[in-house]
């Protein structure tokens, strides 16, 4: 299980079309509002398995001991570099979508709100999940989420990735027909795993393109001997400075 | 002690145990029946040798949705199942093993979760019970939803005459993933006709234990309990309860009614091994000892037992249990008798005017609602069923179906996710022999109303009488005394002043004698006086005082819900009067109140106001206008609307009906403030929440219009109407709800027919109402491909009507290659495309 820090209203305001505006008072004041009710319909939940990836082609991935397929050229593109790849299902639970379908008989005003507040909520719990899996992993640099249906990948692989992590049973999700996650605030996502002590010794210029990793997603301290350390997007001189200061502290502590 | 049933000994996991026989994560275990049937009949010959009685089939989840892709049939992996866990049976040399046909979950959600109907969900299990007929009996296992678990049992019932168990999957909370908890699962099922209830998988024992012991307070159906080697590691996806862990806190579990054990995930036949041996010393070691020794039973046996054997039932939601051990409100508003509003609803099919009584009954304390919607000329058993299904949809409350319609009945039984009250059968012939079985066969709970062919006896003797009948005929039907509540009738003091005492007595003798439930219609006893809140809240307590359980009342009234709390906390039903004080915690004595509430009123617009100034800059000249042409109260109507108070668009509404005509109020004030708005949100200076919340205080203006026109019987105008649905595929329809609340907001009257709307449907719609203009919405582009469908069907039809397009992923181009007239880019702009194509 996992908790739900508070969410991030910035961010519910941009689904909300405000792009990086805030909401004047009155709209947010309906927000926080509306985020008591959201928190207690929220069941968080997710599932993720860690799978070593197998050569496939030109526009296949296979995972080894796992019965799902990514198939297209644009995975591929996602994975190059990578040696393993964490298969993720999250899900707010069905209590957000009955809240949902309630508030948008009574109040449509809080009904849109909540529904952009629980889109924020469930990209805060998919960030959460990689933080940890990030400290599970320190030797790996996660890529950001792809997920089916995004460029060539079918959304038809729904299904099967939701097997392969057992979501059905774990926290049950499922697909409808048209392989639209249920319950509605969910996500699904393949995530690449980069080997960092392999990578560490192949710093090469034609390695230099521009990567974007999410903030935070790196192992702790690895950005001064990372391979795209001048090119990376999400390289904050100031996050790394925090790290090796903590680093150090730890060190005097022991 | 000696006729004390042998406890049941049940497999442990096939699905572990295949993929520790190399079936890869996210394979297809049904298929290995076919392909390594060697494998499937070792594994459950080990199992038999290890001591169980019974080895669930490898069928687990053998439906035709999950088994399409395999290229198999459903009879083909199931027969094939069944065959395997003979052969089994066979090797092992134990003839007495049975072989269960195993369902598990179907993989898709039912509505409103997901897109799979009820009557499917029914038709896929059905389908695997025939297959598997050859099987000794059926586990429904490892369910999360209620609705799916009621429509598996149905289906196991109806097709199969073997013993069924069901077992759910619960969370450590206590509840599964679709928010059930053990008493509504066992409120549900526990009259239902199965054999056994419990829960399987999802925890370990240790986690499971207290969901056994609730369980055991909550049935006297035998339990099941299935649970995993405890809980898994993420990474290495081991189980971290040994054998021998296992079996110790199986044994803890045992006193509590469990009577079939096993193990789920990551269990083996070493568990099973282990558990067999556990089981059988705890049976001898039982023998010896008598009920009361309290070095054997564990130290809340006795007060869990007495729970169990005291405490009535109830009925249930999916995701409440209401239990009958103290007075609860019915709430009575969702009936059209004597509604002028309700039956316009109703006659129109406006599902948000009954489900918005629905959620302010619940809001206002009712606990239970009454549904009732026989009205001359509309279908009673379609719109029960469609009704029903709105509410259980938003609200999660019990129902109780208000019908005396056998067809009605049976209709809504079979629909309903929980276990209802059925409302009603009464001492007539015709009504015991059509209504009692049906009670019996969905497991419900019914009122018997204390009425026959002679009709309504006057004495309390007389109704007793009938009272007593009633009982007598449903237990030899098989229902439990407990299901049922009496009414003893409430007749009108007005009228039949004498009446009333003869109404209390029989209550008080129903209560006492026959000690069933008791239920009444409180609100009809004051028919015709004045002040009718004091009457009625003087009759429920002399009522409860007589043992009436079942007030039918409206929780909206605040004299009765007072009276049924206070109730509750003078009789120390409401322990340290914890909801007495939470409901009245902001309690204003009535004398103080007129003040109180201006200054809170005063304040809080105040305070509203001063938020929002900054969203209508624009709206001064119009404000100025209307000040002038239509007076202060209609630009403070004007101002309300722009600026998004929705406390206060009805209050001023409905002031302005005093002096000001309804349409004046519509096409002067309303509309020019949502243009305003409107404009504001087309120039990016205001979003569509501040949008929303305007068309919010419009749509209470409106409520308030339409009532005003209603009761001085003029006849509501709209501009026209309009076919709006979410297509099919598609059950994102926040969208498509926006669009509709702005139409509503223009004068439109709006057909929603809902999401993943059958394109048939979208097509009779815009027959029937001869709309010049449907609207069609989708979020997915993988839902645009029904959208064209819809649109082409339209066309087939040689329906001349316009549509308009719109949702997340539609562009200009798109919608006029699949044949749209208009695309909708947002709410805003599809008013605006209405209005054009409607000139108004």
């Given at each position: 299980m996992v908790e739900l820090k508070p969410i991030r209203m910035e961010e519910a305001a941009r689904y909300l079309g405000y792009g990086g505006q805030m909401p004047d008072e009155t709209i947010l004041s309906l927000m926080h509002e509306c985020e008591e009710p959201l928190r207690e319909a929220c069941r968080p939940a997710y599932s993720v398995g860690i799978f070593d990836m197998e050569c496939g082609g030109e526009a296949e991935v296979r995972l080894a001991e796992c019965a799902l397929t990514l198939t297209g050229k644009d995975i591929v593109k996602h994975l190059t570099g990578c040696t393993k790849v964490a298969l993720m299902a999250a899900t707010l639970g069905s209590g957000v979508d009955t809240l949902l379908r309630r508030l948008q008989r009574t109040e449509m005003a809080k009904a849109l709100l909540t529904d952009a507040m629980a889109g924020a909520a469930i990209e805060q719990i998919c960030d959460d999940v990689q933080s940890e899996l990030q400290g599970k992993m320190p030797l790996y640099r996660q890529t950001w989420r792809f997920s089916p249906g995004y460029g060539d990948l079918p959304l038809a692989l729904q299904e099967d990735l939701l097997s392969a992590v057992e979501a059905g049973k774990r926290i049950g999700l499922a697909t409808t027909q048209g392989h639209m996650l249920t319950p509605m605030k969910s996500v699904t996502a393949i995530i690449g795993l980069q080997d960092m002590t392999k990578e560490l010794r192949k710093v090469t210029a034609e390695d230099g393109d521009a990567i974007s990793a999410p903030v935070g997603a790196c192992a702790a301290g690895a950005c001064a001997g990372c391979a795209y350390h001048e090119s990376c997007l999400s390289r904050q001189d100031k996050s790394e400075n925090e790290t090796i200061d903590a680093e150090t502290s730890d060190g005097g502590n022991a | 002690m000696s006729n004390y049933p042998e406890i049941l000994i049940l497999d442990g996991a096939m699905g572990t145990e295949l993929q520790a026989a190399g079936l890869p994560l996210g394979g297809v275990p049904e298929v290995w029946n076919l392909e390594h049937p060697d494998t499937v009949t070792a594994i459950h010959r080990r199992y038999i040798e290890a001591g169980s009685q019974v080895v669930y089939a490898n069928t687990f989840g053998a439906n035709r949705l999950k088994m399409a892709k395999t290229g198999h049939s459903v009879q083909e992996l199931i027969g094939a199942a069944v065959a395997n866990a003979r052969e089994a049976v066979a090797q092992a040399g134990n003839p007495e093993a049975k072989v269960a046909l195993d369902i598990g979950p179907i993989g898709r959600l039912l509505s409103p979760l997901g897109d799979l109907s009820f009557e499917e969900a029914y038709d896929i299990f059905a389908e695997e019970v025939r297959a598997g007929q050859n099987a000794d009996m059926i586990v429904i296992e490892t369910m999360s939803d209620l609705y799916e678990a009621k429509a598996a049992v149905l289906a196991a019932k109806e097709n199969a005459d073997v013993p069924v168990f069901l077992t759910m999957s619960f969370e450590a909370n206590g509840r599964t993933f679709t928010g059930t908890d053990i008493d509504a699962m066992a409120l549900t099922f526990s009259d239902m006709g199965i054999d056994g209830v419990g829960v399987n998988c999802s925890l370990g024992p240790a986690e499971l234990l207290p969901m056994v012991k609730r369980l055991y307070t909550a049935t006297k159906l035998p339990i099941v309990v299935k649970p995993n080697a405890g809980l898994p590691d993420p990474?290495?996806?081991?189980?971290?309860?040994?054998?021998?862990?296992?079996?110790?806190?199986?044994?803890?579990?045992?006193?509590?009614?469990?009577?079939?054990?096993?193990?789920?995930?990551?269990?083996?036949?070493?568990?099973?091994?282990?558990?067999?041996?556990?089981?059988?010393?705890?049976?001898?070691?039982?023998?010896?000892?008598?009920?009361?020794?309290?070095?054997?039973?564990?130290?809340?046996?006795?007060?869990?037992?007495?729970?169990?054997?005291?405490?009535?039932?109830?009925?249930?939601?999916?995701?409440?249990?209401?239990?009958?051990?103290?007075?609860?409100?019915?709430?009575?508003?969702?009936?059209?008798?004597?509604?002028?509003?309700?039956?316009?609803?109703?006659?129109?099919?406006?599902?948000?005017?009954?489900?918005?009584?629905?959620?302010?009954?619940?809001?206002?304390?009712?606990?239970?609602?009454?549904?009732?919607?026989?009205?001359?000329?509309?279908?009673?058993?379609?719109?029960?069923?469609?009704?029903?299904?709105?509410?259980?949809?938003?609200?999660?409350?019990?129902?109780?179906?208000?019908?005396?319609?056998?067809?009605?009945?049976?209709?809504?039984?079979?629909?309903?996710?929980?276990?209802?009250?059925?409302?009603?059968?009464?001492?007539?012939?015709?009504?015991?022999?059509?209504?009692?079985?049906?009670?019996?066969?969905?497991?419900?709970?019914?009122?018997?109303?204390?009425?026959?062919?002679?009709?309504?006896?006057?004495?309390?003797?007389?109704?007793?009488?009938?009272?007593?009948?009633?009982?007598?005929?449903?237990?030899?039907?098989?229902?439990?005394?407990?299901?049922?509540?009496?009414?003893?009738?409430?007749?009108t003091a007005s009228a039949e002043q004498a009446a009333v005492a003869e109404t209390l007595k029989a209550v008080a003798m129903v209560h006492d004698k026959l000690h069933t439930g008791a239920v009444l219609g409180v609100s009809n006893v004051s028919f015709g006086l004045p002040n009718r809140d004091l009457v009625n809240a003087t009759f429920l307590t002399m009522a409860l005082q007589n043992g009436l359980t079942l007030p039918i009342m409206n929780p909206n009234s605040e004299a009765m819900m007072g009276a049924l709390r206070a109730y509750r906390l003078l009789m120390n039903i409401d322990k340290n009067s914890l909801a007495y004080m939470e409901a009245y915690k902001n309690y204003v004595p009535p004398t103080a109140a007129p003040a109180g509430n201006a200054a809170a009123g005063g304040t809080a617009g105040a305070a509203q106001a001063t938020g929002s100034a900054a969203a209508a800059p624009a709206g001064d000249t119009m404000h100025r206008e209307i000040a002038e042409k239509l007076g202060d109260g209609a630009a403070s109507l004007y101002n309300a609307v722009v600026r998004g108070l929705t406390a206060q668009g009805a209050e001023i509404t409905k002031n302005l009906l005093g002096s000001m005509d309804s349409m004046d109020i519509v096409n002067g004030v309303l509309i020019p403030a949502l243009d305003t708005v409107g404009a504001g949100f087309e120039t990016g200076r205001l979003f569509l929440p501040q949008l929303i919340l305007s068309a919010s205080v419009v749509q209470g203006a409106f409520s308030e219009i339409k009532e005003h026109m209603r009761a001085s019987g003029a006849e509501t105008v709209s501009k026209g109407t309009i076919v709006l649905a979410t297509v099919k595929g598609d059950i994102h329809d926040i969208g498509k709800n926006i669009v509709k609340v702005l139409l509503e907001n223009y004068g439109f009257t709006v057909v929603d027919l809902g999401r993943d709307v059958e394109i048939q449907a979208v097509v009779e719609a815009a027959k029937k109402t001869g709309t010049p203009l449907v609207g069609l919405s989708a979020l997915m582009t993988t839902t645009l491909p029904s959208m064209r469908d819809t649109i082409a069907a339209l066309r087939e039809a040689g329906l001349s009507c316009k549509v308009v397009v719109g949702g997340a992923v539609l562009t200009p181009e798109y919608a006029a290659e699949i044949g749209a007239d208009y695309y909708g880019r947002d709410a805003k702009a599809t008013v605006d495309i209405a209005r054009e194509v409607f000139g108004v």
């Open positions: - | 990474a290495t996806n081991t189980y971290n309860v040994s054998p021998e862990e296992f079996g110790a806190i199986m044994r803890q579990m045992l006193p509590y009614g469990v009577r079939v054990v096993g193990g789920c995930c990551g269990t083996s036949p070493e568990y099973i091994r282990e558990l067999t041996r556990v089981v059988r010393e705890w049976e001898a070691e039982r023998g010896q000892v008598s009920e009361d020794d309290k070095e054997f039973w564990p130290e809340d046996y006795e007060e869990l037992t007495k729970l169990r054997d005291t405490r009535p039932t109830g009925i249930a939601s999916a995701n409440r249990a209401v239990w009958f051990s103290e007075p609860r409100c019915i709430g009575e508003r969702i009936n059209p008798t004597g509604k002028k509003r309700f039956k316009e609803a109703l006659q129109n099919g406006d599902m948000d005017y009954i489900l918005g009584q629905a959620i302010s009954q619940v809001e206002a304390g009712a606990e239970i609602l009454d549904v009732n919607v026989g009205l001359p000329g509309i279908d009673e058993t379609e719109m029960m069923v469609r009704v029903i299904r709105e509410l259980q949809a938003v609200v999660d409350v019990p129902l109780q179906i208000d019908s005396n319609k056998p067809e009605v009945l049976e209709a809504a039984l079979r629909i309903y996710n929980g276990k209802p009250l059925v409302n009603s059968v009464n001492g007539e012939e015709k009504s015991l022999a059509s209504i009692l079985p049906l009670v019996k066969k969905y497991g419900a709970a019914v009122v018997g109303l204390t009425l026959d062919e002679a009709g309504i006896g006057p004495t309390a003797e007389e109704r007793f009488a009938v009272a007593e009948k009633i009982v007598s005929r449903a237990e030899a039907v098989g229902i439990r005394r407990e299901n049922l509540q009496i009414d003893c009738l409430t007749l």
